[in-house]
Each structure stands twice: as structure tokens, then as C-alpha cells.
């Protein structure tokens, strides 16, 4: 048997602009679980891309399985035995869980020469697969029903299903909540033991130190080296990715929350599966973490608050106005913003700027003649926030689409930076960024406080919510089940409110 | 080999009035839509004719598509303004724009023969009395001769068409494109003709628009037919493509023209022709190609030569029944 | 609830509803709507649109477009009649051209329609050229070919055995014959249901519009794919053009000039998404014959021809609002 | 490196340098090629259609389209031409109508094309009808709406100081005036440069082109620039057709026909992406005179005009095929 089954030797590539591998190296053992680690844009996803064959890398060699491989497509790829779980979900929302999950390798059946497909074997062995993930799902149902953490499951079976020798994870566990990462977890712990090796990206340490045999680190575009897991801290990985200690996860809390300035009562949808009768309310200053396991409704309740959903009962106070918010343009003018969960669905421009990006939600605070646009203070204002946010790219008039997805999402919090809201809320704000970053978009939350904003801020990761809230309000199937004074917070009480109704 | 005489009073190319041998002659021609059928063969036959002239000149023909939009058409004409053509022969996309048109031409010198779309009188009028007069004109047959032929088609049958004898004559119309002066007008003076020659009433069950196209013939003709069933007597078409797919909706129903249904087209198509002589079609009006391009043609040699021309030429419109038909098949 | 039921029922049934109410109004104050030869008619008129409106439906579902549909199937037309006149025609496009076996000129047809179908699912693929420009050239290209290729004469005397394909019938006892337009609509219906539903190619079609990049990455060739989609519809272009000229006993360059837009409409109006990834063949039969329907009806109801069009206009956007309402999700 | 970035250059300006060695070859062969007279004629054709151009641009940009471009400047031509003949002339569509101000009629044609604009974005954003179903079914509307108005009669006998507006200019002192189009166009064009990159009606269309439920989360009222773009998108047709009948001494019910297609075209040779977000100013400019420089150089060149269709059809697949490779991601 060979030592590695995946040798990746000098590989390097550049985009316009950018060098995103610059001569890296990484070997896998066979039946191993290799952690891939670095901060947003360090090329992580690039290296990935180039051994599936979405990317042509422009030099360097990949030895696979010990024969010298040239992958040009991802089929050629998936038929070497590699998966891989992308960081940027790709869910065809129209067709049905069966139809995505073995799209490319349908099960057939002939009739002569007739090849058709096999129906009753596609939907047999999907739900054979949904119930190995933990999903209790037809596999049937279209995708667009399920929520983006359910879509993540499905291309986790996706991948697993693929037979695969070797197993790539792009950030897989970034939009899971802690059931669901266990329950990856057992799988993973399952293909290990089938001799399959897998590489596994991720921003959460915690996990990387529990799942991994190895960590291999990269940092701007270059191999840094590989670690047995055993041997590492959290404190070392960080240093050695972001090049400097990090004493802090999170940085003091020395906001003051003010007086009572936003009131939610009574919120109910009009969908009778989500939240009913919410009602909360936020200080001057505070931050407030909304805590749950998935479906609790946070997402939706948010959503509703802030006009893009509709509710049956509800009213929002704010600074003892009522509000009429029938669209988000209604809040985000009284200065309330959202930075919506799903990245990719409602928060980029794919094809515009980072610049246009981050402007686009405070055009109104610089018009002249109230027309005209004052494009030279807009610029000033996005590049303040591009360089608060350090957003690693190229230059601001490069296509947010290339940008890698941890900074996608630093240029959306910019976005309502530079909006300069009173009220913001944030719903899973550090989805898919580094350590480092954290505690700078930590820090930052911090200082809005300080300034008298309000913070609500929702998050699926316990250490994150208790390390930042004032207050944590929890819900459980759409109902607020409790809340939490900040400094009473543990994973404990917080665990017991989130199942209360279950 | 078309059984037809040439009645307009074509001016006739004299080729020993001039010595102009050597010379180069640009003709710019525009057709208001290259795939009509009728003006297909109209200019084929102007580029035909063009290299039977022998004057001694070179005539170079350039052939463009107006594509049935006016402003195409005026850009292509100033090209050929542009371009120092020498002669133009415009078949007008849009009747109404001749006066743009003559003025373009006046200011440049360059004689232009309108064919086929008639401009308006006071437009034709426009240069009485000055230098341009004379320079321009236009050759065409006369569309309301077209419907009216039609109508006589039917009111010279036996029994006046009116196959119920009921006196009163059921018909249905299949307009050609309703903004095109030959549809206009066929459509109105068929019918006013038929009630002037035969004295009966007449009756419209059905009418509607099929483009010139032979495929919405058959369609409207099969709805009309559905619809009407026995009642219907003739089917007056603008054009033979549309009487030829009217023709095919009405062997699928079983109807036979001449016997209990009178079908008329206009354009004496092959095709139509050869249905005439089988009796599958009542009858077609001839619109005369070659009359009409060779006097077009004759028209700008002569304005080229510098004679003065005339404000109108006529070219007659042809009946063609299953008697005649035999003179003008090939 | 129970006005609920029926509410939802209306909602997503609507243009169903509408075009049956049509049928009905028409049927009752009509004389000759509701007989079995308008039956036929509305099916021969039918039938080859909706041969071209299931061309163009994979390039929809797959989120690109056919312009070049109505000029290929005048392509088509003519070429069959070139080959398909009567020997003793005396204006015989070929003058010394032999009686050639039906089939043979069939799939000569087809065969170059969907050679420019193949060409224009290059261009696509391979040269990235979007799909509504490669067949907006195409078209033009096409118009060209036919014009140099055809001198835009007109085209008739054609053979009896052609002909009669539009307008015979198999005889199965009914008072009229079943026409073999009819049958050729239902079987090449029934092939477009059977590969959409049932076989690889439908599938990667459905995850191609729905998400180009997860069928990529998910293995799916999906060049092959569109290769496939654009040369079929080619195929179903030539032989509705086929069928058309046969229909109407002749052809000219103009033939189907303008299908593409009324195909694309039809497909759109039996819920073809125009954002890729939907689709349905009864959807597609259902938005040919609100067209054809309608346009049948409004000349029974002789409604003048100018009105026509805006009666036609309105109904379009009125039935698809009715209709789009199922699909918009109430949040 | 040196010959890489030759490669590039090539790459990112296939368009331009395509055209320009069109205009250098015809130039060199053809007389009066490069002459100031035909410099204004070309800048004559090119005025209006970039009018419609820049007017459907909005739709394209954000992921929309309008197909009733071409009827809307029928609509509009015909309007203008009945409201401006001549008093004396014999055939007046009213005959009694008084003279009119220019101006006045300038604006009642805009205010309706533009009203029908405001229509299209109505039923796209509220009733949520595909802009492509939509603007298919206005087209047909508003052509039976010209239909029923001007009774398809061609109308001509239009007034010298309405024809002047096409066919004038003003006296700069150069051997010939400057053409008032040609100031139109540049004025219009302006304007829109302006809309588009300096208001925040320019970058919320982007963003709603880019991606529309992320405009609506970030503030931007979607269903009000929808409103302003299809609007917006009616005057330009209105305006285009105001000028395009006074160009051509008059109008009939087929003006107009198919310059929406032309104008889609334009726009996407010109860069604007079909999939929404993208497209400039002068990036539309150039598509249009590829257009209409390409129209006129094969006139000049005098090419057979069915071959026309041909190389016109080539010319705008090679054109884009070349373009589109600097956007294409290596991969
Ligand atoms: N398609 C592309 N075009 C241009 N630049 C790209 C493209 N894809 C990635 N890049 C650049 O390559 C660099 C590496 O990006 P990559 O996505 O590999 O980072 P990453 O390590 O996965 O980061 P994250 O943790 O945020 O996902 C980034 O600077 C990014 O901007
Ligand atoms: N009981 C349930 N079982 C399965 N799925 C559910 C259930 N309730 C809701 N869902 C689905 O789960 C989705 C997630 O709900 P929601 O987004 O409100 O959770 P959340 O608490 O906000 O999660 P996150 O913090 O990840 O955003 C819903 O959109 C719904 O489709
Ligand atoms: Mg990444
Ligand atoms: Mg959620």
C-alpha cells in the first residue's frame, strides 16, 4: 500500500490580480482524516478546486492513488474516486432530493436498448442515504423546501454516496447546527474506517481538533506545513495561520446597555409551521444573542421583522414610533438593518464590485441635490469599510464573485457597516470566517455597542453567543422559550430552552 | 413566353439617339421586402432585362432589400445618393414617404422610377414646373384593376357565383396585410365591382388577414369552412399564396371549386395557373411582371439618356380564367 | 377551508379553466365549434406548432432560447417542397429532378435542420456565445441560405402523397378518419414526455437550467447535453416544416416566420420557467392550444381582425398572471 | 509578455478593432466611404436605434426584457404622423386638425409610449408575469392598438418643420450643419451615462440585475425601479419612432417591426450580459454600430443582399464569440 494516496506537488495558480497558490504541497494517508486549515483566502478552496477539476492549475503535479493524474473536469475526477462537498452549495432547487444527490450517475435500467432511468432504485437508495445522514426526508421532495442547513446535508450525502476513495469538505459544517455536526461527524468516523480519506476545511477549531488525523496549514497562498492533530492547541494552529498569537476568542464587553428603544410584540407568521406570538425587546447598546437549534425560527422571525416575510400578528416599536415595515427598504430607512443568513440567495451581487457591494445599501446618505450621487464620498466610505473589514481582494472593483467565501461575507458586513444602521441585526455573522477575523468583527460589534447601537445577533455556535451577548433570548419551534442574562450564560441552560417544547 | 402584350405605352430605348457606348451605369434598385413572391419575380426580371439591353452601356444593378421597413429603405437610398448611383428604381416600402424620397433625389440630381407602390398624386406633383420634373415617375398597374378584375371573375361566372341562387353572394375575404395599398384595395373593389357587374347582394360571412402567407390561407380558409360549412360560396383571396392554401382547406373538406364553391387569387402564381386549368381554382388575375419591369427598366435608360419622362405609366392587369389560362402557362 | 379547496383549485388550474370556459362560450353560441371536423382542423393547426414549441422547450428549460426556430422550419418547408413536386409540374424547382421516396427527402430535412441545430449548440458551448445572439444570427443566416438557396421563389405543385400526409387520416371506423397530423402529435408528444421524465438526457436537461454549475461539478456533460438539446430541436423545426408545407400545398421563404416567438410564448404559458430548470410536455401542449384555441375562437366569434390581436395580447398576460400566482410563494 | 499583452489588447477589443478595420477596408476601396455626407447618414440610421437601444437596456440589465420596443415606435411614429400633417394636405388622417406645436406632440407621443412602458413594469412586478411573456403580449397589444387607431392606413403629407428635425442640423461652420439626430444621440446618450453611473436609479438597476432578492434586502424598492425602467424604456421608443417617421416623410403600422430584436441584439454584442447586472453606455453605442455600420459597408461593398443576411448573421456570432472570451473565467 502507498504511503499517501494524495500527493499534490508545487501546485500553483493565479487569478487576474492575485497569486492564490503559490507552489504548495500537500500529501493525505489513506484512510485519514487531513484538516486544510488558513484564513479567509489563503487559497484553500483554490487547491481544492484545482484537485476536482473545476480549476486548471497552472503548474505543479498531482500524484493520486499513485499514478500521475491530470484532472480536467469534475467527471474525470468523480471517476478517479474524489468527491467533494463545495463550499458554496449547489442545490438545483426545482428537482427532488434523489434527483440531486445522484445527478451524473442516475441509476438505469434497459428495456433492449432502451435505457431508462430506474425510479424506484433512485428512491430507495436515497432514502437508504437521508436516513444514514439523519434526514427524515421523502426523496421526493423538491430541495427548495428544505433550509439551507438541510440542503448542506444533502450534499454531504451527496458526496459520501459518491463511493468515493477520497472525500472533500469545503467548509461543510458551516451552516450546521451542533446535531447535525455530530451527526457528520459519525460519518466521517464511518468512512475513515472504510479506509477513506478525507479532507476536511473548516474555521472551527474545536472541531478540526476533534475530527482530524493531521492539519496541514496554509496562509496567503502558500503551504506553511503538517501537523500531526495530536500534537496541536487551538493557540498553535492560530499562530501558525495567522502568523501571530491570539491570546482572546473574544474581546471585553465594556458596552453599557441603555434604555428600552425597540419593542417586538406578538409576532406571529402567516405560515402556521413558524414563529407565533414573539415578543422581545432590545436596549440602547445591547447586544442580544437569539440562540436555537435548527428550525427554531430565528431566521424567519428576523426576516419578518424586517419586511420580507409576512405575519398574521405583530407590531414593532422603535424609539416609541410604531413602525409600518412592508418592505426592507420601510426599516433600513427608520435604521434597522439585516445581514441576512443565506450568503449566496440575499446577500452578493455576484457580478458587481466589491465596491458596489458595500455601497449599496447607503446611496441614499450620499446624494447631492438629493440625485445626484457624491461618488467620491461613497468611495471613501467603502474603502474605509473594505480596509476595516480587511477584505482580501485584488481591488474594489473586482467582481465579488471571485472573491474567496469568507470574504464574501466580510464585504456584506461591510455593506451594513457603511449603511451606519441604529439597530442591526445579524443572523449568523461569522458563517465561514477565520479566527482572526472573528475577533476583529468581534471587536467591532463591540464598538457599535459601545456607540449606543443595538445588536441582535443570531448564532448556531454556544461559544460565540455567550461570549458575546448582554442577553440571550432562546427559541424553540417558533416560540421564545427563555431568555438568559449574558453572564449566567452556559451551553447548559441554553441547550434546556432550545428543546423546552420538543 | 407570357401570353401577355405589352399595353403600356413603354417608352422604347432608341438606340441610335445616343452614342454613349462604354459607359458605366450604376442602377440602385430598392424592394420594399425581398421574400415577396410578386416582386421576386419583378426583379428578377429587372436584372434580366438590364443584361439584354445592348446600348453599348454597362449596366451595374444593385439589388437591396428594403425589408419592409422605411427607415431601412431611406438609409439604403441615401447610400446609393452617397454612392453617385445614377439611377434608382424604388419600390416604396411605405407609399407616404415618396415625397422624402423625390426630394432626396431632386436635391442629388438622380432620376427615380417608382414601381409597384403608388406614391400619392400630390406627391408625383411635387416638382411641376421645375428642373426635376420629368426626372421622376412612376410605372405600376393600377391595384384597384386587380380587385376589380376579381370581381368580375366571379360575376362573369354563369351563375353569378351565387350557387344557392339565393341572390345574394356569401363569400369570405382573405385580406393580404391590411396596411398595403394592394390589399386595401382589392379588398374593396372585388366586392364593389361584383355588385356593379352582376347586380346581386352580397354577403361577408368571414374576413380575415393571412399576411400573403399560404399557410394562414389554409388555416382561415379551414376555420371559415368549419364554421360556414355550405354557405360559403367564394373565397376571394388578396393574393394566389394565400388562394393556394385556401385551396388546400377546401380538397380537405371535401368541397370541390366549380361545383359547390369559387375560389380567386391574384398574381397568376405556376401554381395557380396550372390549378386554374384543373378547375381547382375559379380564376387568377395576372399582375404583369414583365410588362411592368420592362417598362420600369426602359423608364431609367431613358432618364439616364436624359429624356424627359412621362408621370405615370400603366401596365394593364390580365384575367386569367380556365379559357385564357392555356396563353399564359408555360 | 372548502373555499379554500376551491380557491386553490381555480389558482391552479386557471388557464385550464379559462380555455375551457372559451371552449364552452364558443361551443354554445357557435355553430360548427363543437363538431369533430373542427376537432381535426384545431389538431392539424396544432399539431406542428407544438412539434416546434417542444423543440424549443429543452433550449428553455436549460435557460437558453431558439430564435432561430421559425426560420428553420421555412427552411424545411422549402427544402421539402424543392424535392417533393409533381414530375409533370411545369415550374419544377429541379427541372429533371426524379420522384424521390417520401421518407427520404423527410430525412434529408431533418437531418440538415438539425445540422444548423447542432451548429447553433456549438456556438453555445463551445464558443460561449449566449444563446440569444447565436440564434439571432442563426436566424439571419438561415433566412439567408433559404433566400440563395431558393431565389425566394414560391414553391407548389406538390405530389398528392405528400400532401395527403397533412390532410388524410387512418380510418378506424369513427365517422372521420384519425388525422395523421393528430398522430404524429401524439406520438412525438408521448417520445418528448418519455425523454424528459424518463431517461438521463431529461434529467441532466431539468439540472442544467436549474443550476448549470452544480450539474457540471456533479459529472454531467453538459456541452454533450446542449449539443443534443439544440440538434433535436433543429429536428423538430424541419419536420414541423415538413408538415406545414405539406399543409398548406406550398412554401416560400417566409414560412414560419414569427413561430419561434409564438413557441417560446406557448411554452412559457404552460409554465416553461424563461429562469431555466421547468418545464412540462402536457404544460407546453396546454400554452400551444391556448394559442391555437383562441385564434380559432376569435374567428369563430369574428371578432375583427385588428382587435383580435389585443383580445390575444390580453389574454396571454391575464392568463399567465391567473396562472403564475401558483408558483409565487406566499412567504 | 510583450506578445501576451498584444493577445490581451486583441482580446478585450475584438469588437472595436473588427469594426474598425471594416470601416479602414471599405474606406480604402469604396468612394465616398469616408466623406462627411455619409458620416451624417450613418449617424442619421444609428440615432433612433440607439435610442431603443439604450431604452431596452434597463430591461436587460436587470435579467427583463421588452419585445414591445418595435410596436411601441410604430405607435409612436404613427401618432406623430397623424398629429403633424400638413393642413393642406389632401389625405389628412384628422381633417380638421389644427396645426399643432411640435413640442406638444413630442410629448403626447412619449407620454403614451411611455404609459405603456409603465404598463409592462406594472404587470412585471406586480402581477409577476415573465417580462418576456409580458412584453410579448404589449407588443401585440399595442400593434392592435395602432391597427384599430390609424386603420392601417399609411400616413405621409407630414409638415417641413417636422421632417427638418431628422433631416437638418445647425451651422457650426463646418462644410456641412451637424445634425440635429446626431445631437440627439449624443445628448440622450449622455444622459443615460449619467442615469446609469451617477444616480442611484443606475445602481439599484444593477443591483436588482445582479441579484434581485439581495437589492430588495438592501433597500432598494425593486417594484419602483422597475416602474422607471420599463417607463423610461416607453419614452425612448416613443422618441425613437417621433424621429424615425419625421427621417422617412412618414409612418404606417409596420414601423418599428422587429427593432426590438435588433436592439437586444445591439445591446448584448455591446456586452450587456443576458443574465443581468452588466452593460454600459458606450459598450451599447458600439453594439449599434456594429449594427449599422456593418448594414451600410455591405451596401457599399455591394453585396448580393441575400448573402447580406448571411454575413450579418456571421459577423454578429464571430463578433460576440471573439468578445465574450475576455469574460469568459479561464478556467
Ligand atoms: N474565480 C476566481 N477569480 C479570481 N480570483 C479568485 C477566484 N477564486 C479565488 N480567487 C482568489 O484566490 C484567493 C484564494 O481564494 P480561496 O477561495 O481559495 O480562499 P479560501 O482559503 O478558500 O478562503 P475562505 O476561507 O474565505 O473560503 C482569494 O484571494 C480569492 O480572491
Ligand atoms: N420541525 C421542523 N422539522 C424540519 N424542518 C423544519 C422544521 N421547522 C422548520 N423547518 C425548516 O427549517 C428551516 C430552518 O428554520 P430557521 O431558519 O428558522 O431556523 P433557525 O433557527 O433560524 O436556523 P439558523 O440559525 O440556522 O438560521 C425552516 O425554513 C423550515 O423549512
Ligand atoms: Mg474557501
Ligand atoms: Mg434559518
Redesign the pocket.
Known sequence: MEEYILQMKNIS?S????K??DRVNLNIKPGTVHALM????????????CLFGI?RMDEGEIIFNGEKVDITNTADALSRGIAMVQ?EQTPILDRSIAENIFLGRFPTKKYGPLEVIDHTKLYAETDRLLKEVNMDFDSRVKLSSLSVSQMQSVEIAKAVSADAKLVIM??PTSSLTENEVEGLFEIINKLRDNGVSIIY?S?KMEEILQISDEVSI?RD?VYVGTWPAKELTTDLIIKRMVGRELTNRFPPRNNVPGEVIFEVENFTSIDPKSFKNVSFNLREGEILGIGGLVGAQRTELMEAIFGIRHIVTGKVTYKGEVLKIKRPRDAITKGIALLTEDRRATGIFGVLSVADNVGIASLDNYLDYNFVLNNKALEKVVNENIEKMSI???SSK?QI?????????KVIIGRWLANNPDVLILDEPTR???VGAKYEIYSIIVDLAKQGKSIIMISSEMPELIGMSDRIMVMCEGKVSGFVEGENATQENIMSLATKFM | NSGTTDQAEAPATDETTEETTGETIKVGVSIYKFDDNFMTLYREEIDSYFKTLDDGNTYEVTIQDGKNDQAEQTNQIDAFIQQGYDVLIINLVQSTSAATVIDKCADAGIPCIFINREPEEADMNLYDGQDYEGKYTYVGADARQSGKFQGELIADLENKGDLNGDGVLQYIMIVGDPENVDAKYRTEFSISQYLEVSGNEVEKLDEQRGDWDQAKGQEITANALVKFGDAIEVVFANNDAMALGASQAIAAAGRTVGEDIYLVGVDALEEAKQLVKDGEMTGTVLNDHIGQSHTAVDAAVKAVKGEKLEKYYWVDYVKVTSDTVDDFLN | MESNKIKDFLENNAIIILLFALVVYVGLTQDGFLTMTNFFNIASNVSPRFLIALGVSGCLITKGTDLSAGRLVGLGGVLSCTLLQRVDYADKFFPNLPELPIIVVFLAVILLTGFFGLLNGIVISYLNVPPFLTTLGMQTIVYGINLVYSGATPLGGLRRDYTQIASAGINIGLPQPIKYLLIIAVVVGVFFWFLYNKTRHGKYMYAIGGNEHAAEVSGVNTVAAKLRIYSLAGVMYGFAGFLLAAKSGGASVNLGLGYELEAIAACTIGGVSTTGGIGTVPGILLGVLVFELLKTCMQFLRIDTSWQYIVQGLVIIIAVALDIRKYTAKK
Open positions: 495558480k487569478f487576474p490580480g492575485v492564490a497558490l488558513g484564513e479567509n483566502g489563503a487559497g484553500k478552496s483554490t487547491l481544492m478546486k480549476y463550499q469545503d467548509e476545511i474555521h496554509m497562498g482580501k481582494t485584488p473586482t464573485k471571485s472573491l474567496s467565501g469568507g470574504n464574501q461575507q465561514g470566517i477565520d
